[in-house]
């Protein structure tokens, strides 16, 4: 039994609590630390199998405990793709062995990816995925849903087998047109033209119309424009069973930071504008906004110094997410309360999961700098390194496990 003594809730009370493990063990957090839920993040790449040089189970699970992140969803471009079930299980087993290697149990989901080949194999896996993963403009992989046909076809097996359809909603074909037109300019702020808002809308507006017919649950993935915020509010009041994500890289980055950190903020939906951002936040206070999910997204500086066009999309943030939040709270941007609801009560409500017993204790007073040489991701950069950020996790317990976090190295030790 772990007992967490003295710890002050998001109230403001003193209390004690019991949480179930093999060892005795006790924390005191001497009126100091606030204790929350720990996080669910339900947008990861932990690029395994193929691209573990960017990342892998053992340094993206320690990254996810440094952040207070004790359930990870992990997408399913991978090389080779997870669109099987051969593929699927032999994923499993290789996550498995690599978190027993560190052992931390990391609490995991894998989504599905569906291309117009292998629909056929979503029926036989459905029981172990978190839902059905559609990418309908190119990213990372070459996981890609360009055919109508189906697209319509994921929605109506995603209604079928009572499966989340989560979409990457940008438009391959305003994409492939933009590329044309914007051919052999080096600037990275090009991309967030290449990859214009009018690919997110057209997208996202396709995947509310397939969610209406189909009576399917739509989860549109890190919302970037206001247009999209629009038409998924009119979603909800019209009854679509429709869900949307923002992401870290929407809310925290915008396109004036470009000129600052160049590829290494881009990204896919790309960076949008101030009015875009003030669009997301309004969304959260309105509850259109179900869940943050850092979108987590690792790549080496190698690769982002390449050249505009040869560099790939992709920030990691799995492990900043929280702090940030918490920061986002001290500027009376959001409070603890929906802090908790979009990073763990609506996702495990949405996406039915079993209630866990996982929490975090966090300094709110804490205030330190994030730099890149403490960071667990094995890419090892962050593009808020520099941001002074008031918020910490301390301790994440885990399956009845307690991770001693020092927030200014985010190194870690069992207790």
Known sequence: MITIKNFRSVQGTIETI???????????????LTL??????????????????????????????????TTVFDMPNNTPPCFNKENLLAKKRLIDQQLAEVKIPLRY????????NNLNEIGKVKN?????????????????????????????????????????AEDE???????????????????SKIRDRKAAIKATKKALELAEKYSAQVFILHVSTKEEIDLIRDAKRNAILAYCEVSPNHLFLNEKDYAKWGNR???????????DQEALWEAIHDRTVDMIGSDHAPHTIAEKNKHYGESPSGIPGVETTLPLLLNAYHEKKITIERIIELTRENIETIFRLDPISDVVLVDLESVKTIEDKFLQTKCGWS????????????YTILQGEIFNIEPHTHAYATL
């Open 128 to 168: 172990e995925i978190i839902g059905i993963k559609v990418f309908m403009g190119s990213s990372t992989g070459n996981l890609l849903m360009d055919d109508d046909a189906a697209l319509e076809r994921a929605f109506q097996l995603g209604a079928q087998e009572n499966l989340i359809v989560a979409v990457h």
């Open 36 to 69: 929350i839920p720990a996080l669910i993040d339900p947008h990861v790449h932990f690029r395994v199998p193929g691209a573990d040089h960017k990342e892998d189970w053992k340094t993206g699970a320690r990254a996810a405990i440094a952040g207070g992140v």
């Open 383 to 394: 593009p808020y390194a520099g941001r002074k950020l008031k918020g910490w996790p301390v």
């Open 109 to 116: 989901h894998l989504y599905f990816g569906a291309d117009k």
């Open 265 to 275: 903020v881009q990204v896919n939906p790309p960076l949008r504008t101030e009015k």
């Open 173 to 191: 074909v305003i994409i492939q047109k933009n590329k044309q037109k914007f051919a052999g300019q080096l600037d990275p702020a090009i991309h």
């Open 18 to 32: 019991t949480i179930p493990s093999a060892k005795q063990q006790t924390i005191d957090a001497q009126g100091k």
